[in-house]
């Protein structure tokens, strides 16, 4: 972070006093968040961890797994292109209708998945909106694997519009306003000052895109189809593997839940180095 | 962070739960309420109401059977759970409270008789073959099962993991053709999505699917179908609190009106 960023942080901590809390606070965290942990627990006290290796290292699994860190990645880096932008916009400037415009581009956190993976098919589907100008375009995205990194953007882009528009607007103006009378470009104040003030909430920003493109089900199935190393992504195996062996199940739900915990895990790591 | 940011948060997270409730609600357990006035009993006896844990591709005609049987005994109540049949054999097996189990294949209905849960044998009711369905206008010119195997035909078929797939293989080997689909689906309800939408030029699903789809798609019949009938089995399960009305329902399903319904669906008669 630059010299601009640590002092704003600095000046905070100063200025804040510590906060006590009321007691009876503790009591709905502790109910909500047993809630949260107690499903997981059960979940561990399921596995059957003398198979546990070789269910999470059969063809299909690692087939899936490998398919689904390659297209959350590939999907969270569309997020920042196109999320750092629309975030930009809609914090720094005033329009018409920006309220409207927020609203749409939020939707898709309101739709159930398979909602999205039906519009996504009626827009870029064979017989969708833009399907006929993708045929003669020569493209085909129905059941590729660009039809499930499509689906997983969807879905995980407001993620990241959210949390950093959040940012934006709480680091303010200010240091902006100052380079540009020192007769810093736009392009300039953007990537040198308004950029870097904002990496904290971009990080977490691009995980929570991550984390929900890795989860993704509902889209994906609807729009992309379901076939192992093209379009089976890990959420897809486990719930095929369900049908027939449970146990398969389990693990790879384990397995999933690890690689999300990793990923928070070692971002959060990465956030406080900053 | 700040206030703002912190704001932002809570909307997220509300909007997330919200969400996520919607998508749980709209899962298919629609459970059917019937008109039957709760108490008075009928002249046959029969009163109460009962649960009926029925596959999916159960949900028209058991809807229609569940109507007669309260029309035939006022003051019963017949209510559905419709679902895939694992999902419903797994929910049994975890301690579901329900009546009557209908499965659309032998292997979910042996993992509940197996785990003790059903009062007495299964009973099978209906079988179902496979069709290919097509899109209108059969774009694709589809008219036999080797067309699939065309190059530039784009396939659609259930995971062999599922009963629909377990099916689609069994007519492959019988025609002694192996399909290279562009997609596995979970079941035979995507593989009609595909096949609806025009994204797929065929899906192989159940005759009873293209017949609820109407004139969304056209189905092709092929002679290899015959290799791979679906059977369906009924059973009372032991934790029925009203094992009479529970009976009845059996009996209106394998019954000739409950027959006649589900041979109008495409289902054909148990052997």
């Not at chain 1, 509902?218 to 992309?224: D, E, N």
């Not at chain 1, 189809?225 to 093209?230: A, E, F, M, T």
């Not at chain 2, 909307?11 to 919200?18: E, G, P, Q």
């Not at chain 2, 499965?103 to 009973?123: C, E, F, H, Q």
Request: glycine share 10%.
């Amino acid at each position: 972070m630059n010299p601009a960023g640590r002092a704003t942080r600095a000046t905070t901590r100063h200025t804040t006093p510590r906060l006590g809390l009321p007691a009876w606070v503790f009591v709905p965290a502790a109910v909500g968040a047993l809630f949260v942990v107690l499903p997981l627990v059960a979940m561990l006290t399921r596995v059957q961890w003398r198979d546990f290796g070789a269910l999470i290292t059969s063809e299909s699994s690692l087939a899936a797994l490998e398919l689904s860190l390659r297209t959350a990645t590939a999907s969270t880096v569309l997020c920042v292109l196109f999320g750092v932008p629309m975030a930009v916009v809609l914090a720094r400037t005033s329009f018409r209708g920006q309220g409207v415009a927020r609203s749409l581009v939020l939707l898709p956190l309101v739709m159930p998945p398979v909602v999205c993976g039906i519009a996504l098919l009626y827009t870029f589907g064979r017989r969708g909106l833009l399907g006929h100008t993708m045929e003669v375009l020569g493209v085909q995205v129905a059941f590729t694997t660009a039809a499930v990194v499509m689906a997983q953007t969807f879905v995980a882009l407001p993620f990241l519009v959210v949390s950093l528009e959040g940012a934006m607007r709480t680091a303010g103006t200010r240091y902006e306003s100052v380079a540009a009378t020192l007769g810093a470009r736009p392009t300039r104040v953007f990537l040198r000052v308004t950029l870097p003030l904002v990496v904290p909430g971009l990080v977490s920003g691009a995980v929570l895109s991550f984390a929900r493109a890795l989860g993704e089900f509902g889209a994906t199935i609807t729009f992309a189809g379901s076939l192992q190393g093209v379009t089976r992504t890990l959420p897809l195996e486990i719930y095929l593997q369900r049908e027939t062996d449970p146990q398969a199940a389990v693990a790879l739900s384990l397995l999933l839940v690890a690689v999300a915990t990793l990923v928070i895990g070692l971002t959060r790591g990465a956030r406080s180095a900053l | 962070m700040s206030r703002t940011s912190n704001r932002l948060l809570a909307v997220v997270t509300a909007v997330v739960l919200v969400s996520t409730a919607a998508a749980c609600g709209s899962s298919g357990h629609g459970s059917t309420k019937g008109a039957g006035a709760s108490g008075s009993s009928s002249s046959s006896g029969l009163s109460g109401e009962i649960t009926v844990y029925a596959a999916a591709s159960l949900k028209k005609t058991f809807t229609e059977i569940g109507t007669q049987v309260q029309a035939a005994h006022p003051g019963t109540t017949v209510r559905f759970s419709f679902a895939g049949s694992s999902d419903l054999a797994a929910q049994l097996q975890q301690g579901a409270p329900a009546d009557v189990f209908a499965s659309a294949d032998t292997r979910n209905m042996a993992k509940v008789s197996g785990a003790g849960l059903t009062a007495a044998a299964p009973v099978d009711f209906a079988t179902n073959t496979l069709e290919i369905a097509v899109p209108p206008g059969n774009p694709a010119r589809i008219s036999s099962l080797r067309d699939l195997t065309r190059p530039g035909v784009t396939v659609v078929v259930c995971a062999p993991q599922v009963p629909c797939g377990g099916a689609s293989v069994k007519v492959e080997q019988a025609a002694g053709l192996t399909l290279k689909p562009v997609s596995e689906e979970q079941d035979v309800t995507d593989v009609l999505g595909k096949v609806v939408t025009g994204e797929a030029d065929a899906g192989l699903v159940y005759v009873t699917d293209v017949k609820g789809a109407g004139d969304e798609v056209e189905g092709v019949e092929f002679p290899e179908s015959t290799a791979a009938a679906n059977t369906y089995p009924i059973a009372v399960l032991k934790s029925s609190t009203n094992p009479a009305l529970a009976s009845a329902f059996l009996s209106a399903v394998t019954g000739v009106q409950g027959q006649r319904v589900l041979a109008s669906a495409g289902f054909t008669k148990a052997p």
